[in-house]
C-alpha cells in the first residue's frame, strides 16, 4: 500500500496535471491548468526518485508511467475551465497555495515528515479559500464534462 502523503501527491497531480499543453486564450484557472501542466514532469521526476527510495515502487519508470497524465488529456481538460467562472475562482484562490507546495516538496526532498508537513500546511492554506455553493455545483459539471469529452485522465 502506498504511503499516505504519495495518495495525496497523487491526487494534487491528478488535479493540477502532467506533461504540456497547447496556448491558452481563457480565464487564469486554464492559464494555472497548463502551467501546472508544464510543471508536472519535474515534479513527477522527483517524486518518483523518492517513492523507489522508499520502497513504494520497484522502480522510477513505474511510479512515473502511474502518476503521468497524457498531454492531450490537459489540450482537452484546461480550456474548459473557461466555462465554469464560480469554479475558476476558486482555482485562483488555492493557485498560489499550490505553488507554495511544490517549494515545499522541493525543500523537503524524500523526508516523509516534512512532506507531511508540507501537506499539512496546504490543507491550512485551502481552509482559507471557501468553496461557494455554485463552485461545489460547476465541480461536479466539470468532472462530468472531462469524463464525457476527455475521457479518464488516468487509467
Do not use: H
Request: net charge negative; charged share 25%.
Amino acid at each position: 500500500m502506498k504511503n499516505t502523503w504519495m495518495m495525496r501527491l497523487g491526487a494534487v497531480v491528478l488535479g493540477i496535471s502532467a506533461g504540456t499543453c497547447g496556448p491558452s486564450d481563457g480565464s487564469s484557472a486554464e492559464a494555472w491548468c497548463r502551467d501546472a501542466a508544464e510543471k508536472a514532469p519535474e515534479s513527477i521526476d522527483a517524486q518518483c526518485t523518492c517513492s523507489v527510495n522508499d520502497g513504494t515502487y520497484p522502480d522510477k519508470q513505474s511510479c512515473i508511467d502511474d502518476l503521468t497524465v497524457d498531454d492531450s488529456s490537459y489540450d482537452c481538460v484546461c480550456p474548459l475551465y473557461n466555462k465554469y467562472p464560480a469554479l475558476s475562482a476558486y482555482i485562483d484562490c488555492i493557485a498560489p497555495s499550490q505553488e507554495t507546495l511544490a517549494d515545499c516538496f522541493q525543500s523537503a526532498g524524500c523526508d516523509p515528515d516534512k512532506r507531511d508537513a508540507c501537506f499539512d500546511a496546504l490543507l491550512n492554506d485551502l481552509s482559507a479559500c471557501e468553496i461557494s455553493p455554485e463552485a461545489e455545483a460547476e465541480q461536479e459539471a466539470f468532472d462530468a464534462e472531462i469524463a464525457e469529452k476527455c475521457g479518464p485522465l488516468i487509467p
